[in-house]
């Protein structure tokens, strides 16, 4: 037994009856596993916002909704995080399918779509004080159920044209060695929203009207952000298994300690700065661009008034 040859993962995993070297059938179930632990946290966190506004509208206290609140925000970071690791298992694995990509997409619609645009309503307008005239509370709730099935309806599309563009090249396209998203995922989004109410739960929801037009705004936002052609970064090529440095572990370390002790600030933090990464390669794509577009065309030049040359005469 000591002298036999160990097999590594991905060999373990391969049907030795099969002739093109094909994983074995149960390897196919891990992934979709994730995937299935991803819809289970969607439909948690959308009972998770209905349970928090309904003991909110009985109680009306902000203590005895936060705790339903938060966890309707963590439930949707944690399908965040094994919504990103489905894929890679899937790719490490060599169980990719057309049916994962298929069950991805209708479980990302259900836990970055519907939970966050759910929660979204229920913490950030459904409890909004009246609004000054001739602007009444039934107003304000149309605008949110419009921004949030604009939300829900972008994320959506997202998803769709994602699934069926080859290479999409985003409007400002960066270096050819790297790989990026052509508009913000729709996980992006939703940790947005998790990290706003996850970060401001324990106060209760939002009942200060400028506070949930400040919302609505920020769902806009999001909106357009997924449906844009706007670069922005992707994590897919980072290789988790190759060696680090010892800077970037001491990093690394840093990052794990100050969002186990700073949850509610880093995570907000990370979420705030992914959202604005696109927003600033684009709007520097526009000023380099301008930029060199002013130092390309000649600026014309103004007229010189020589004085004559006297002519050379002869003697």
């Known amino acids: 037994m000591s002298g036999m040859k160990k097999l590594r993962f991905q060999e373990r995993l391969i049907d030795p009856r099969s002739p093109d070297r094909s994983p074995r059938r149960a390897a196919y179930a891990l992934p979709t596993l994730f995937t299935a632990g991803n819809v289970f946290l969607g439909f948690y966190s959308i009972m998770e916002a209905f349970r928090g506004a309904l003991v909110n509208a009985q109680v009306n206290g902000s203590a005895a909704s936060s705790g339903h609140f938060s966890a309707a925000a963590i439930a949707i970071g944690v399908a965040v995080f094994l919504d990103g690791l489905d894929g890679r298992i899937a790719r490490l694995t060599k169980t990719v399918s057309d049916f994962g990509r298929e069950m991805d997409s209708l479980a990302d619609v259900i836990s970055f779509g519907i939970a966050p645009a759910v929660l979204a309503y229920a913490w950030g307008i459904e409890f909004a004080s009246s609004p000054p005239a001739p602007i009444t509370v039934e107003h304000l709730h149309r605008a949110g159920y419009f921004c949030a099935f604009l939300f829900l309806l972008c994320g959506a599309l997202r998803l769709a044209r994602f699934n069926v563009q080859v290479n999409p090249v985003p409007k400002n396209p960066g270096r050819a060695d790297r790989k990026y998203f052509v508009g913000m995922p729709i996980p992006a989004a939703a940790g947005m ?48 298994m190759r060696p680090r440095s010892p800077v970037t572990f001491v990093v690394l370390s840093i990052i794990i300690y100050l969002i186990w002790n700073s949850s509610e600030e880093m995570l907000l933090g990370m979420s705030l700065c992914y959202v604005l990464s696109g927003i600033v390669l684009r709007a520097g794509g526009i000023i380099r661009r301008h930029l060199r577009h002013s130092q390309t065309v000649p600026e014309p030049r103004p007229e010189q008034h020589l004085e004559p040359r006297p002519e050379h005469r002869g003697g």
């Open 193 to 240: 929203v998790a990290s706003v109410v996850y970060a401001f739960a324990g106060e209760g929801p939002l009942n200060w009207w400028v506070f949930s037009t400040g919302w609505l705004a920020l769902l806009g936002l999001l909106a357009f952000l997924m449906v844009s052609t706007w670069r922005y970064p992707s994590f897919k090529d980072l290789k988790v």
